[in-house]
């Protein structure tokens, strides 16, 4: 499942905020791709804005690839933020989806401890609830 929310935050502001508000709860960014400008500059332009920051906590990252090699294809952890339509959102999968496919039912408990995190971390910009 995907857990999403709407901010009343310009996309702007939350690319530019969003790495501190991570480092606040444990996680460093690793990279942003910014689609609206990659694809603009290859030629390709989108009407609409989109970005992508991977995130990492070692220490949970570390746990998880420990326990199970398998995780690797999922880290680090996407968070998606989009603005179209007028809203700005920002959007992660939620951890229990990678134990659904892993079966990797052993590591539940970290992965909603890294589930809780990362919904701190969106709801730092949000303004409502959305529907996925």
Sequence with gaps: M???IITGKSFEEVLKNFEDV???????TLKVYNFTEILKEKGFPI???IAVFEICNPKFAQQVLSS???VSMFLPCKVS???ENGETSLSILEPQEILVLLKADGLRT?????DGLLKEILN???TKEAVS
């Design 2 to 4: 995907i857990y999403k």
């Design 22 to 28: 991570a480092k606040e709860k444990g996680f460093g």
């Design 47 to 49: 009407d609409k804005k």
């Design 68 to 70: 199970n090699s398998e």
């Design 81 to 83: 933020l989009i603005h």
């Design 110 to 114: 970290l992965f909603e401890e890294v």
């Design 124 to 126: 730092q910009f949000k």
